[in-house]
């Protein structure tokens, strides 16, 4: 499985750069590219802490590709 991230697409929608992100949530700019490249999977914490910057849920922004859905 693969994380796959839509993240760049919601900050740029907000108008908000690398930086500014990366201040809000307490990390480098260099995180915040990390993940949206794909390069690095954020904690959960930190994924919680971009999605409440975001006013998003941590689901808008991340899913797991290649998931084989389970029956109930």
Do not use: C, W
């Amino acid at each position: 499985m693969e994380l796959k991230t839509h993240l760049k697409q919601h900050r740029a929608r907000l108008n908000l750069t690398q930086e500014d992100l990366a201040g809000r949530v307490g990390v480098r700019r260099q995180t915040i590219l990390a993940i949206e490249k794909g390069h690095y999977v954020p904690s959960t914490v930190l994924a919680l802490k971009i999605a409440r910057a975001l006013g998003m849920k941590v689901d808008e922004l991340f899913e797991l590709q290649g998931e084989q859905e389970k029956a109930p």
